[in-house]
């Protein structure tokens, strides 16, 4: 399956901290990966990238608190979100790119309480 999954969303309240995995069950090793959010009535944001080389890149409103992580070997990307706000609250999507092709996943609701 391309189209990857996400899990590990939830309520939680401010401050705390979830992980989000996107698992595929086919190779993302050289795939291009990125989680991004989308709040009501928001458009979707970027939120986190990891090139199949390694290379990282967070949106500022994340930096500091959100790491992004690829495991090839599980074919999963992770996203560790820590002293999380209310403003993070979104439907947060997984995105896997080679090339022109992209594929999303279905999102997984991250809820964050004040």
């Known amino acids: 399956q391309v189209q990857p999954v996400e899990s590990g969303g939830g309520l939680v309240q401010a401050g705390g901290s979830l992980r989000l995995s996107c698992s595929s069950s086919?190779?993302?090793?050289?795939?291009?990966m990125g989680w991004y959010r989308q709040a009501p009535g928001k458009r979707r944001e970027l939120v986190a990238t990891?090139?199949?080389?390694?290379?990282?890149f967070y949106a500022d409103s994340v930096k500091g608190r959100f790491t992004i992580s690829r495991d090839n070997d599980e074919n999963t990307v992770y996203l560790q979100m820590s002293s999380l706000k209310p403003e993070d609250t979104a439907v947060y999507y997984c995105?896997?790119?080679?090339?022109?092709?992209?594929?999303w996943g279905q999102g997984t609701q991250v809820t964050v309480s004040s």
């Open positions: 995105n896997r790119a080679y090339g022109t092709d992209v594929w």
């Open positions: 086919t190779s993302i090793s050289l795939n291009h």
């Open positions: 990891v090139s199949a080389g390694g290379d990282i």
